[in-house]
Each structure stands twice: as C-alpha cells, then as structure tokens.
C-alpha cells in the first residue's frame, strides 16, 4: 500500500535565466546513499525549532508517498517535512518516496537523492542532487520522478513516533532520523569514498557540488588533484584524517570564522564518513548536532542547525539562515525578525529609573519547550544602530513570569548591554545556567548604576506579535508596544535527565591548586534495585557550561567513574548531579595527586529533601586558618532560582570575626577560599567555626573543607542543624 499526502505552501523565489537549460541537455546518474546509525547509548537532549524571522521567505512543497509506514510513524514523518518547509525555498514540488523497510541491524535510516545531474549551463562540470538542480533551473528537471528517496528500519523495536521532544531515555525519535535524512536528500552528500586502500572522488571525473567545498587541515581543496591524485592513497590518507573541514564561506561565517568540521574518523565508515559533521565536534547537545552520524536514544534533534543550513547556502539553496550575521547560536529564541528599524527612546537619564522598562514576554510553549526541562545560559540585545553620543549601557533583567507580569522578586539573571554605537548584537553570557520552571520576562529596566545615561532598546520592522511591552511607571503600568518588537533575545538549552530521582554532590574536580596540588574526583554510584538502572552523570562547571553522558548500572552493582569531569571530557571545579528513575545511593572522592599518592575527602550525593532553603541556619565547626591547615567553605545550589547565604565567622571562643554574604547561581557551585583570611583578617584561629543563613533560594549544600598544607590533605566538615 502506498499513499501520498502534500503539503501546499505558498513560495516566492528569483530563478537566474542563464541556469535555465532543456532536460536534453542535462545527464543524470544515481545519487550516493547515507545513513544515520544507532549510536548505542542514551543522550537524553531536546533541540527544538527555532522560531526566529526568516532571512527570506523560506517555502517548500513537498509530496510524500509512503510505503509501509503506520498511521503514526507518517505523522512523525510528515512533521519532519513541515520543518524542512520553513527552512528552504524552492519552486518546484519536491517528491519523496519513503519506505518503512527491514535495514542492516544498527542503521536507523537511509537516504540519498534519487539521481545527481549534471550539464547546467551555470556549472557544467558539476552534479547536482535532483532537488537542487530543480531549484537552479526552475523547473523539474526529473519531469515528475521521486527527488529523494529514503528508507527507515521497520525491524528497529525502539522508536518513539510523537512530535513533542519528550522522547524517552530509551527510544530513539523518528522525527529527528527523518529531518536528518531529508537533509541528505536535499544536497547534504558528497561523493568521496575510499576502496582498498585508494581514495577517489566523483561520478565520471567530475564531483557532486558538496565535493567542492572540503578542505584538509591546511585548507587545500579534497578535490585538488595536484595535491591528492584521484585516485590515491593520499586522497585516502587526509579522507581519514580526522582533518576534513567545510570551506564554505557562509558556513563558515556562521561558525564564527572558523571552518566546520566533517566527520572523517581513521577507518572509512561506508555510508557516514565525509558527508556528516564530525561527531565529537558538534555532540548532542551542541545546536548542529542533528547532522553528525548517528544518534542516541533519549534524543530529539528538530532543527537542521545552523551550519547545516548554510552549508545549504554555500551549495545554492536559499534558506532561513542568516549566514554572515550574527551566529544564531548565541540566542535562540526570538520574536524579532532580525531587522534593526528604529529604537524605542524614553530620553536621557531614564536609564536610572527602575519605573522605565521596555520588556519581551517569552512563553515556553512558543519554543517547544516544558516548564523545569529548559535552561537560560545567555542573553542578547539588539546594537546594530548607531546614534550620536553612544555607546549607553542599560541593564537587564530576568524575571519568571506571574500571571502575566513580570515578577521581580527574584532576579533569575542580569547583565549589562551596550546600545546605540552599531557594533553589533550585544550579548550576555549568564554565569550558570538558569532553570526555567515556567514562562519569563527579559527585560531592559532602568537601573541606579545608570542614572544619567540615555535608555533605548532598538525594535524591528514587523508589527508587535503581543510580546513586546514598555512602561515609565513600574511593572503595573506595562503595556504593548505601540509598534515592532524589541530586540530582546534569550538562549535556551534543554535540560537533559536521566529521571526524576536526582542527587547532588556539592563539589568535583579535575584542576591545580594551591601549594601544588592537584585535585580530582572519584564518583561512586551502587544500584541496589534488582533491574539494570541508566543514570545520567551531569558536570556543571562554575563559571557556566555543562557536560553529561549516560551509564548504565547493573542490579546490585556499583560502578566508579575515575576522575569523573576528565571522564566527562570537562576540567576545572564545578558541580555533579546523577539522574535516574531509581534509587542509587551515591558519593564521591576528592582527592589530592601527590608523588607519594593521594590525599582526599568524602563528599556525600544528597537528595532534595536532604538540602536546605530559605530560613534554614546551618553551622560548620572543627575549622581551622593556621600556618598547618587552611579553610574553605563551598555552597551548591540545586535549585530553580539563585540564592543568597550569609555567613558569620567565629572564634573558639565563640567571638564574631565578620559577616559577609554570598550568592550562588541556580544550579551552581561557589567555594569561598580561606574566608577566615580573606575575610576576617585572621590566619591564626583553631577551632573556629560558621554559621550560614539561607536567606533565599532552596536546595542549599554546605559544607567545610578543611586542608592541610603540608600534605594537601583535605577533611569534609559537613554541615549541621542545630537540634
């Protein structure tokens, strides 16, 4: 049984008369194949689709015609298709034959363009995939044959056929397998291979246009026959270099001037090396991800990224990216259209009033995304207009949303932007990640840091879509922006977890220290249920940024990650948080490397309902700030909001040295070094000790680290309640 189902879109595209050439005139071969495998463990990530104002009207048509597939499975093809449609222009109908069909054990799809075409006018030395070549000729080139054709493994158990990148730790989403292979039908294929021992390139002696724009390291075209003899060894020796690099200006543009990075592992991997990006460079949760080769469960990749889209441009599609701005990975959730057109003004020295406010509504649901599964990692502004007297710093704010109003109560992230100088979009890089529990406001707010200094937030040409709102009188005055959107941007990023079961351990690390020493982490986590249990190890490094990967536990077994942050390919001090959907119990070693072995301390994996928040007052004592041990207190806040702590250090004698407070990120780990020096004065007290007030926030650790400086060896001085 086969049946079709298109999906009618209104386009708008130039067609260049001088690529017009007759069917006759044009020769056609069979297009390469690719495929996306299975990669075997779980990567639980959402990148939904951007929703951002498109560089041109970017539509497509296609039609489908299934072979096979279920009910569900054509809808989650079908939604794959719709995404593909925003993204790409073209003129002609763009056909495709699907089959649900049995594939080799570990392939989860196959695809490639029906046939690659060469002889246009344009470029008569280079083959064309068929949809592209439809485009550059305007017309149908293949008079009413499949453009791409594309297989997907009806013998694979695993999927999961929704479209709302909830997909489960141990499913892999089909959305995500069919957006990836349409990509390759599209023009995401090269023709490079290598054959016992030669590499060659080409059909007939001449090269598919993906062939046009690899690189080695040191920016010699693959295709360069001076350099590499087609075929020859040495074509296969740089092939599988791990030095393969795209050339293409746009793309390369959008990657920050720096040239991508294709997937050319050291054994030539049929079906997957060349004609991906490189796997280690872009990992699943990186925004170009969806096109490396092979996918875990538990992801769901429903954007083509970035790159991949520009590498479109440098091959002659037309798409929604714009390639030579600004990189689009730096806020990816937007209501603007991209189009600096004038600038809201509340005139000079408003910028010090917190009265005056120009702010955007972000909805979750607008972006794909559910309420305690997104983070905030940075911020972004317009800054493309130039004004006599600029550049003015504004600040801005974060606020969770409150019934419709911004609720300023709790401040979830700030920074400081530039306006009216043209240098370009400012932007904000949050010092931690900050989970979002629900819809937000960003918001440019008058502060008493700026009294005096001009207050603008530039807005775009389009008309308001209901998120832009401005007041000269506090948060009860907002109202709708009279016309555009502010340029207020956000960076969003999925929230990966192996369960809803979570424990932290308050501190890790792979770094040098004082005196010499050098710290690392152990991490231990025993499964005591009587089924295998798949955890996800997560690092957050202070300072921002995160790296995680998936284990799996044995029943009744225990594994131990050595040296967990450089086992998670990170560095420096941060956080660790585990995941599951059962119990563990959980700790940690960290511990000093010296020539005479190790020195370390125990540091425990809590639960939410074994941390503390806002009233609690815990103590640390047994510290010492002498010539033989020095002090540190660390704080890590595993909860949704940032938190504020004040401290208070006392003698033996139970006299205070000082009070000071302290502010720890959602999410994020802050350690004070030696406070009874550094803050008190003092390096001569023994048995002194801390008492910590939650002032706000929730899902407080604290805890005492007492080290000795000989040795380096630290003790845990956890901390306690008062009864």
Not at 135 to 163: H, K, P, Q, R
Not at 422 to 445: K, Q, S, Y
Not at 533 to 553: C, D, E, M, P, Q
Request: charged share 15%; proline share 5%; glycine share 12%.
């Amino acid at each position: 049984m086969s049946c079709k189902k298109s999906l009618l879109i209104i386009f708008a595209v130039l067609i260049s008369v001088a690529d017009l050439a007759g069917s006759a005139d044009l020769q056609q071969r069979p297009g390469p194949t690719l495929v996306i495998r299975s990669k075997g463990v779980s990567e639980v990530v959402f990148m939904p689709p951007r929703v951002r104002g498109a560089k041109v009207a970017a539509t497509a048509n296609f039609e489908v015609t299934y072979n096979g597939f279920s009910a569900e499975a054509q809808s989650a093809f079908q939604a794959a298709v719709d995404i593909w449609s925003q993204h790409i222009s073209s003129p002609v109908l763009i056909r495709v034959q699907a089959d649900w069909t049995p594939l080799d054990e570990d392939v989860l799809g196959a695809a490639g363009a029906r046939a690659v075409w060469r002889g246009l006018s344009s470029d008569p030395e280079t083959w064309y995939p068929d949809a592209l070549v439809d485009v550059l000729a305007g017309y149908d080139v293949g008079e009413g044959e499949f453009d791409i054709v594309a297989s997907f493994n009806s013998d694979y158990e695993d999927w999961y056929f929704g479209t709302d990148g909830n997909t489960p730790w141990n499913r892999t989403d089909l959305l995500t397998v069919v957006l990836h292979e349409l990509c390759h039908g599209l023009g995401f294929v090269g023709s490079a291979s290598v054959d016992e021992g030669l590499g060659s390139w080409g059909t007939e002696g001449f090269p598919i246009i993906f062939d046009r724009f690899t690189e080695d390291g040191s920016q010699t075209a693959i295709i360069d026959t001076d350099v590499y003899p087609n075929p020859s060894e040495a074509l296969a020796s740089v092939l599988q270099s791990r030095s393969v690099y795209w050339g293409g200006a746009n793309a390369v543009a959008v990657n920050d001037g720096t040239r991508p990075r294709l997937y050319a592992p050291s054994q030539w991997e049929e079906g997957s090396s060349y004609s991906h990006l490189d796997e280690s460079t872009y990992p699943a949760s990186n925004p170009n991800s969806l096109m490396t080769p092979s996918l875990g469960t538990g992801s769901a990749i429903h954007d083509p990224g970035p790159i991949a889209l520009c590498i479109f441009e440098d091959l002659g599609w037309s798409t929604s990216e714009t390639c030579g701005g600004e990189p689009v990975g730096s806020c990816n959730v937007l209501y603007d259209n991209g189009e600096s057109a004038g600038a809201a003004w509340f005139g000079g020295g408003h910028a010090g009033d917190p009265n005056f406010m120009m702010a955007v509504h972000f909805r979750l649901a607008d972006f794909g995304y559910q309420p305690g599964q997104v983070e905030m990692t940075g911020l972004c502004a317009g800054n493309d207009l130039s004004f006599q007297g600029g550049p003015w710093t504004n600040r801005i704010f974060v606020y969770a949303d409150a019934s419709g109003q911004p609720d300023d109560s709790v401040i979830l992230g700030q920074g400081d932007i530039s306006t009216g100088d043209g240098a370009g979009m400012a932007t904000v890089t949050l010092t931690a990640p900050v989970r979002l529990n629900g819809d937000f406001w960003v918001v440019n707010r008058g502060d008493a840091a700026y009294t005096g200094v001009d207050f603008n937030m530039e807005m775009d040409s389009g008309p308001n879509v209901g998120r832009s709102f401005e007041s000269g009188t506090g948060i009860a005055g907002l109202t709708l922006a009279e016309s555009g959107n502010y340029i207020l941007r956000a960076n969003l990023q999925p929230v990966s977890g192996g369960g809803d079961i979570s424990y932290w351990v308050a501190a890790a690390a792979h770094v040098s220290g004082a005196g010499g020493s050098r710290w690392r982490t152990d991490l231990g986590a025993f499964n005591p249920s009587a089924s295998l249990v798949n955890a996800l190890f997560r690092y957050r490094r202070t300072g921002g940024g995160f790296v995680s990967k998936t284990v799996s536990i044995p029943a009744k077994s225990q594994v131990i990650l050595d040296d967990i942050v450089g086992f998670l390919g990170s560095s420096g001090t941060g956080s660790l948080e585990v995941s599951s959907d059962e119990i563990l119990l959980v700790g940690s070693r960290t511990y000093n490397q010296t020539s005479n072995g190790t020195y370390g301390q125990f540091l425990d994996g809590y639960r939410s309902s074994e941390v503390f928040s806002a009233g609690d007052t815990v103590w640390l004592t047994m510290l010492e700030e002498t010539a033989a041990f020095r002090t540190n207190i660390g704080f890590t806040n595993s909860g949704s909001t940032n938190a504020l702590l004040q401290v208070t250090l006392f003698n033996s004698s139970g006299v205070q040295l000082t009070i000071f407070t302290v502010s720890v990120p959602a999410g994020s780990n802050v350690q004070e070094n030696q406070p009874f020096l550094n803050r008190a004065g003092t390096n001569t007290v023994r048995a002194a000790t801390a008492s910590v007030e939650i002032m706000s926030g929730a899902g407080v650790i604290v805890y005492g680290s007492v080290v000795d400086n000989i040795t380096g060896d630290p003790t845990t001085i956890p901390a306690k309640e008062t009864p």
